[in-house]
Structures are given as structure tokens and as C-alpha cells.
């Protein structure tokens, strides 16, 4: 069981001093029989006047920190340490009735399922819905986890993955229509089109731990230096499975799990309110690095994002 620790720095910068309102940030990492928490701090500069700690609807744990100062730079450093234990999809065992699709969820399951199984984004030429719907085999069943497989690994292969400064997230028909994104923008495609064959799915941010970054060895993913994000879907028999359609990763391996939500802006992992004049906003620069314990020392990553109006 690998034992990695995630730092993870985001820093906004004013031309003079501002106020800063609430901030609420989603850096913890969550429990679970995959992943363990072992350790976890928060140093934020200027200090906080208070700081708690909340569990969303989903259970997600939430920072919360208010501010009595001002000041020109504003820094929050998360670091944390877990152990990871990478699961391979391919161990996971389906119920007999849902190895192929369409299948249906129990009577049990489904009002908790329900919102996740709605499709949220627009849809207007239903371009997204075709596109799902070429992964099913006209002649036959089509294996469930053949297509989840298959759907992730063609994003990886027919997808070009370029950052974006500019926040928010593509719609899931214009990612289609220009053939790049980012990991959000690929993420919310996998999610609308998973939808739109009846599975529920889930929005997930939190870290990707790219081995080949961390010297010679390989297995370098796509998406680090910053938040990383993917899709649960769920599978009777074998619960919440990951897939990260960037990198074409089926289950958790390399995948450190944060925040978990039914649509990407419930899942923000960081967010506030700042007051001063709008020009007063030079910009933010996020830092993200994910080793593993023997690990050769790894360059840290930068990526800057223009001045917003708004921290």
C-alpha cells in the first residue's frame, strides 16, 4: 500500500490590500477502505479570524475559514498524507443483471440513485447522446464495463487535453465539436454521456499521482500540477467505480478521490469572496505536487490563472 502526500498551494495576488469574505475549500481527502487518511494540515496566510470544518449533502468535507484582515496576498498550503490502495475495475464483480446493458437498478437503490441519473447539461442537437450511443453494439448485448472501458480509453485516444486558464467548464457538445479540453471538460462529457444510457454517475475532483513525473520510471499521466477530475459510475455488485476518461485510467489507481458530487460546481475546491476595486485582482497561481514515500525529489508545478473579478 503506497503511502503519498499531495501539497497543494493556491495563491491570489492584489495590487493593493483587500478584503477577503468567506473562503470554502475542498481539500481533504476522503476515507475509505481505498484510501486512508493519515494526515492532513491547512496553513492559511493571513490567519484566519475563525476556521471550522462542515460535511456537505455528499459527505464531502468542507473548510470554511472568514478573515478580519486585509492584505495583498492571500495563500492557502494543504498538505496531506494517505495510504492508497490501487483497486483494478477489472477485480470488481458485477451482478449478473447488470453485466450488459440496458439494465436497471433495484427498487432499493434508485431513490438515491435518481439525480445522478439525470442528465444536467444541454443536449440541443443531442450530439452527446449519439455519441453514447455509439459505444452499444447494434448486433447484441453490449457488456457494461466493455463500454465504460471502452467510452474512457476513447476520450484518452480521440481527445486532445489542453489546459485552460479561463475558469468554468465546456459544455459537453462543444467539447465534442473541437476535440480538446481539459480534465473537467472531459470528465463532465463521460458524465452527460453515461447519463444518457441510464447509469448514474458522479463528478469527482481531488489529485492524480503521475509516476513518470517523478523521474525515469513510467507512467506518466496527463492533468498534474493541478486539481485533478473524473466520473464514478455506479455498478450493482460492485458500488462507485472510477474512470478517468483523460487518461484513460479504469478504477482508482493513481487517483486520490476529494470531493465527490452530482454536477462539477458542487465540487470546487476552492472558492471566496474578495472586496476592492476590480482591477485590484493581479491573478492566482496553484501549485499542486503528489510524491510517494522513495520517491526522487519532483519539480513542483505551477499553473497561473488571469486576474477574475472575484477571488
Known sequence: MPILTVRHVTTYRYRQPVS????????????????????????????????????????????????ATRGRELRFESTMRLDHSPVEALDFRLEDHARSLPFSYSVEEMPDLARSMERHQPDPDRVVDRWAHGFM???????????????????????????????????????????????????????????????????????????????????????????????????????????????????????????????????VPLHGRWKGFPDDALGMEVSVRVTEEGDPPAPELRARVPALPGA
Open 20 to 67: 477577503f469574505g468567506e473562503h470554502r475549500m475542498m481539500l481533504r481527502p476522503r476515507d475509505g477502505h481505498d484510501q486512508r487518511l493519515i494526515e492532513a494540515r491547512i496553513d492559511i496566510s493571513p490567519e484566519p479570524s475563525s476556521f471550522w470544518w462542515l460535511h456537505d449533502v455528499f459527505g464531502n468535507s468542507v473548510g470554511v475559514a472568514r478573515f
Open 137 to 267: 453494439r447494434p448486433d447484441g448485448p453490449t457488456g457494461t464495463l466493455d463500454l465504460l472501458v471502452a467510452m474512457t480509453r476513447a476520450v484518452k485516444r480521440d481527445f486532445t487535453y489542453i489546459p485552460r486558464a479561463v475558469r468554468g467548464i465546456q459544455e459537453p457538445w462543444r467539447t465534442l465539436e473541437m476535440g480538446s479540453g481539459t480534465c473537467r471538460d472531459f470528465a463532465l462529457l463521460m458524465l452527460e454521456g453515461v447519463r444518457s444510457l441510464g447509469l448514474a454517475a458522479r463528478f469527482v475532483s481531488g489529485y492524480l499521482y503521475s509516476p513518470g513525473m517523478q523521474g525515469e520510471r513510467e507512467g506518466s499521466h496527463v492533468g498534474g500540477g493541478s486539481t485533478h477530475a473524473w466520473v464514478r459510475v455506479y455498478l450493482p455488485g460492485a458500488g462507485w467505480v472510477e474512470f478517468d476518461p483523460t487518461n484513460g485510467i479504469v478504477g482508482n489507481r493513481d487517483l486520490i478521490r476529494v470531493a465527490v458530487a452530482r454536477d462539477p460546481a458542487q465540487a
